[in-house]
């Protein structure tokens, strides 16, 4: 188990496990964007003094393990990181200079599970999401 953190008055350890996607849950996202995105979301979560423990870009969504400080809500988190991070791909990856309005990047919703003691248990199936999804597919083209 790991040591529980602190703040100056406080010894904490929240952790979360977050899924979201993009809009219109586009198959070809994460190409040349893969790459980039990882450490793109881990320095965001650490601007809101998150850590990123676990994580998984997997074709079509995103699987997270977070460790968010109490002062700090989920939905403002994930809010700031879904956010900064659409910008820097409009930026980087569609050409825009300015920041875009009206158009968006990732889905509105995303799914949060709080986790306990079974830290471990979703630490594995964060890893194994890649070859889950494969095998769905594989069982879909059937």
């Known amino acids: 188990m790991n040591p529980a953190e602190s703040l100056k008055h406080t010894k ?16 070809t996202l994460y190409r040349e ?7 793109l979301l881990k320095d965001l979560a650490a ?10 870009l997997v074709s079509d969504h995103v699987h997270i393990l977070i460790s968010i400080p109490p002062k700090y809500s989920v939905s403002q988190v994930v809010g700031f990181i879904k956010g900064k991070s659409a910008i820097a791909i409009a ?3 569609m050409g825009r200079r300015k920041n875009f309005t009206g158009q968006s990047f990732w889905a509105r919703g995303y799914y949060v599970s709080t986790v306990g003691k079974d830290e471990e248990a979703v630490r594995e199936y ?16 059937f």
């Open 12 to 27: 904490w350890e929240c952790k979360y496990h977050v899924v979201w996607i993009p809009k219109y849950r586009k198959k």
């Open 33 to 39: 964007l893969r790459k980039h995105l990882g450490e």
């Open 47 to 56: 601007q809101k003094e998150c850590r990123i423990l676990e994580g998984h």
């Open 91 to 93: 930026r980087n990856y």
């Open 126 to 141: 964060i890893k194994n999401q890649e070859e889950e999804d494969k095998r769905i597919e594989q069982l879909s083209l």
